[in-house]
């Protein structure tokens, strides 16, 4: 396959948090990270976040971001937080999918005037591009998501 037509996904190394662009083939050679050469989490699984991590990661990401702003206390949290894992797995690389905790982590969601929770915010192009509250299924964060995402995802 020619190298311009090779689709490209992208990963953040949590080591360095740099964005790695990783052609679709070469995921099952287990990549490493371009700049610390540590391996690169290929899963999807949403990661933890920072106010800080999230403020640099929503600004150098060239995928849509997606946040999920929760509490560990909180029953509609728990729901929501295997459905987008999945939602994460199936958008590897085409989606970024991100936890930040609202006990931990206040400024940003003050900032954002989060008042409930769960509540996910999808950043595109370093600015927010949808906002929702509560857990909803899978197929309607699929639904969500899909107009923010690069063409071919």
């Given amino acids: 396959m020619p190298e311009t037509t090779m689709e ?18 070469r ?46 206390w909180c029953g509609p949290c ?10 994460g797995r199936e958008l590897a ?3 970024l999918v991100v936890k930040m905790d609202t006990e931990r982590d206040r400024a940003v969601a003050g900032e954002l005037g989060i008042r409930s929770i769960p509540t996910v915010l999808l950043y595109a192009d370093g600015a927010i591009a949808a906002r929702e509250s509560g857990a909803h299924p899978l197929a309607f964060w699929r639904t969500w998501v899909k107009p923010h995402l690069r063409a071919g995802s």
Avoid at 9 to 17: G, P
Avoid at 50 to 69: A, G, K, N, Q, Y
């Fill in 27 to 72: 995921l099952q050679s287990k990549p490493r990270c371009g700049s610390c050469h540590e391996p690169l989490d290929t899963s999807g699984i949403p990661f933890q976040v920072t106010d800080e991590e999230l403020r640099s990661l929503i600004h150098s990401s060239p995928v849509p971001v997606l946040v999920d702003f929760y509490a560990d």
């Fill in 78 to 87: 728990r729901t929501l937080g295997p459905v987008l894992e999945s939602l």
């Fill in 93 to 95: 690389g085409k989606l």
């Fill in 8 to 25: 490209r996904l992208h990963f953040h190394c949590r080591t360095c948090h740099r964005t790695n662009r990783i052609p679709a083939v």
